[in-house]
C-alpha cells in the first residue's frame, strides 16, 4: 500500500521556495495547496492591483513549484467547486488528496492564524503550524529583547535599538564589533531636497505575460467596484524578475537612495527608492539576499555607505521591528487610540479630488500604483490623517486597502505607532505632526497648490499650518507630558490668545467645509 501524502498548505504571501512547510518535502508524494478565495480578497475591499499582483505572482509560483517536480493543486477563484474561504478550501483538499496530515507555515497575520487554529479542531487529520523563519528575528528573539528581567515590557520600544542588535546578528555592515564607518545611522545625512537637474532613473518595465493577463481579466470582471487603477500593470510576479528588479535598483538606484530618500516630486512616484517591499512581503524575493546584494555594492564601491545602510534599515530594522510590535501586542493593539481621534475619513482619500496638491498627488499616485513611498505614507497622508485627528480604525482600513505591499502585520503598527502616535508612544518617541513648512521643503508639490504655504491663517492657508497648531491643542494634556514636545508645547502656551482663536475659527471652518466631505 502506498503512503498517503502530506498536505503542504502555501498562501499567497508565502511565495518562497525556502518556505518552513516546504522542509523535507517529498516531490514523489506530498502535495502543494494553494488557493485564491474571495474571503481575503474582499476581507477589506483591497486595490485591484493588489489582487491581480498576488493572483498572478501565486500561479506563477505554482508553476515554478511544478517545475521544480513538486505537486500543486491549485484552487483558483473562478473554480466551480472554490468554497470562498480558506478553511472550506483546506478540507475539501485534504479529502480530494487522502492526505495523512497538513503542514502549513504560521499566517503572518492575527485573524488568520486565529482561523487557522480553529481549522485544527475542525479537520480530520493533524494540522502543524511552522515557524516563518523567513523573517531574520523569531517572535521569542524579539520578546527577549523586548523583555525587562522581570519579565515585564517597557512602556516604550524603540527601533533604534533593536536595528542595532539585528546588525550585530547578522553582522550586516559592522567592522567586527563596530559598525562600518563608525555610525549605527547615517540618517542625518538623507534628508536631502531634491534639485531640480537631478535626473530620475528608468526603470524596467515587465510586461505581463498571458497568464497575468487571463488574472487581469478576472480580477477586472470580478472586483471592479474595489479602489484603484488596474492597468497598466508591469510589476514582476515571478522570482526571476523579482531578482532581475532587484539588480536594477542595486545598480541604478541605490546610489542615489540615500541623499534623497525623503525627497517628494511632482508626477515622480518612485524616484530612487526600490519599490522591492511587496516582493519582499511575499515571498519573491528573500530579504536576506536584498541585504547582502546592498552590502556587496558598498564594499565594491559602487554605492555610498549612507544609501546602504538606510536600504539595510528598513529591512532589518523596520520591517522586523514592525512585525515585532504586531505579534507582541495583539489583538488589542487594533483598537488603540490614545489620542481620541474620531474624525471620519474625507472622501477625497478614495478620490484624489482635494486642493491640497500633496495629498492630491500621493493619493493619485496611490490610485494608480497601489504604491506611494514611506514620505508620502507617512509625512504627507500619515501626518495629515495625524493633525485632522481622522479615526485611526479608518485610517488603518485604508492603509490596508490601497497598497500592495500592505499586510496587517506591516500595515497596522505604521499606522498606530508611528503615523498617528495611536499607542501613546509606544513604538514612536513623538507624533510625526508637521505643517506645511516640511512638505515645502522636502518637495515641490507646493508651487502647484491652490493653498498657499507661507500663508498660516486665512481661507488660502495651507490647511496643514492652522491643523498642526490645532492638534497641538487640541491634544495638549496628553502632549505636554513628552519631554520631546517640550519646546514646541512652550510655543503654543505662549501663543496670543487671538491668534488661537484664529486657529481654532481656520480648523472649524476646514472641518465643515467641502474637503471634509463624507459621502
Known sequence: MSERPVLRFVLGDQLSFGLSSLAEADRACDIILMAEVMGEATSVRHHKKKIAFLFSAMRHHAQALRDDGFTVDYLALDDPNNPGDFGSALAQAVK????????????????????????????????????DDRF?????DFVSWATRKDGSHPKTLRME????????????????????GGEWNFDSQNRKALPEDVPIPKR??????????????LVGNRFSGHFGDLEPFDYPVTGEDAKSYLDWFISDALPGFGDWQDAMKQ???????????ALINCGLLDPRLCCERAEEAWQKGEAPLNAVEGFVRQIIGWREFIRGVYWLKMPDYAKVNALSASRPLPDFFWTGETGMNCLAQSIRETRANAYAHHIQRLMVIGNFCLIAGIDPREVQEWFLIVYFDAYEWVEMPNVVGMALFADGGFLASKPYAASGAYINKMSDYCGSCRYKVREKQGENACPFNYLYWNFLKENQEVLSSNHRMGLIMGSLAKMPHEKLEGITEDSQRFFGGPEMKVA
Do not use: K
Open 161 to 180: 535599538y533593536f536595528y542595532r542588535e539585528m546588525r550585530r546578528c547578522t553582522g550586516y555592515l559592522m567592522e567586527g564589533d563596530d559598525p562600518a
Open 204 to 217: 524596467p518595465a515587465f510586461e505581463p505575460d498571458q497568464l497575468t493577463r487571463d488574472v487581469i481579466a
Open 136 to 140: 531574520l528575528a523569531s517572535h521569542e
Open 96 to 131: 480530494r488528496n487522502d492526505v495523512c496530515r497538513v503542514v502549513m507555515t504560521e499566517p503572518s497575520e492575527w485573524r488568520v492564524l486565529e482561523a487557522a487554529q480553529s481549522w485544527r479542531e475542525e479537520l480530520d487529520v493533524d494540522l502543524e503550524i511552522r515557524p
Open 267 to 277: 508626477d515622480e512616484p518612485l524616484l530612487f527608492h526600490s519599490h522591492l517591499s
